[in-house]
């Protein structure tokens, strides 16, 4: 049985005569990698910040875990099970992968570093941030400096920055932008083992990677979204041929 994890439906959003959310509905089920697509200024971010609490809709509603969360704070929607990554890296650069990794956790739980039962708690978060790395192929550089890793390694950080906290959905913001052909070969195969443990949002101009991936794609257009379904349905789709791809190639 699956369970939704993010429920949207319709959501609108306008700057001044500019509509760049128009009647947005969307689900994320458990086991799922959904791919969200679409053209340069086709609305992906400012969907992205209305589901993350940074952008207030102007009608609609999102639901995470089943509960209510149009107007929660970014905050709150964390707490409900809310994880993402983002574009650009949010990482502390002279302190370790660990380090970054055991203040994600710090930050989540609201621990006051360095208070009572100090030692207990710093090797619990130790152990907790450790576990995240590897699970993101990265305990081995644990002890070092996130400014000396290479941009792959950062992002797999990012990730288990994220994971640690336990999501029940993650959102993930180009999390290829920037590796190489062989980093996001290694990145997709990571992507590919996440989806059983916690579903993905995943927005990504990599088309390779998204058809790869992604167990349902819904395409983006002008705010709207014009098509979704698995990868055959989407590449076959003669409006997103039109609107997107257009090339043929996709
Ligand atoms: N704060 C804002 N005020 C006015 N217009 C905005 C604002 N934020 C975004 N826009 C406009 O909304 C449209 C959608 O932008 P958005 O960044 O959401 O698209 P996107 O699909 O994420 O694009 P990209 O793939 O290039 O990142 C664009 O026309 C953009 O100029």
């Not at 102007?58 to 929660?72: F, Q, S, V």
């Not at 792959?152 to 990012?158: A, P």
Request: with cysteine; net charge negative; aromatic share 4%.
């Amino acid at each position: 049985m699956t369970e939704t994890r993010l429920a949207i439906s319709g959501l609108m959003k306008a700057f001044g005569a500019l509509t760049v959310t128009q009647d947005v509905s969307l689900t994320l089920e458990t086991g799922e990698i959904h791919a969200l697509i679409g053209p340069n200024g086709a609305g992906k971010s400012t969907l992205i910040g209305q589901i993350a609490g940074f952008i207030t809709p102007d009608a609609g509603r999102i639901e995470i875990a089943g509960r209510d969360m149009t107007e929660a704070r970014p905050a709150a929607r964390a707490r409900a099970g809310l994880g993402r990554t983002f574009q650009v890296s949010q990482l502390a650069e002279p302190l370790s992968a660990r380090r970054n990794v055991m203040l994600a956790l710090q930050g989540a739980q609201g621990r006051t570093y360095r208070f009572w039962g100090a030692v207990t708690q710093d090797s619990e978060l130790r152990d907790a941030a450790d576990a995240a790395l590897a699970r993101t192929g990265v305990a081995d550089r644990a002890g070092v400096a996130v400014s000396d890793l290479s941009h792959g390694e950062r992002r797999r950080v990012e990730l288990a920055c994220a994971l640690a906290l336990g999501p029940k959905l993650l959102l993930l913001d180009e999390p290829l932008a920037g590796l190489g052909p062989e980093g996001s070969a290694e990145m997709v195969a990571l992507l590919d083992t996440l989806r059983t443990e916690v579903p993905l949002l995943l927005v990504e101009h990599d088309m390779d990677a998204v058809f790869r991936l992604a167990d349902r794609i819904s395409v983006l257009v002008s705010g709207a979204i014009i098509a979704s379904g698995d990868a055959d349905t989407v590449r076959a789709d003669p409006r997103v041929r039109d609107a997107y791809l257009g090339d043929g190639d996709a």
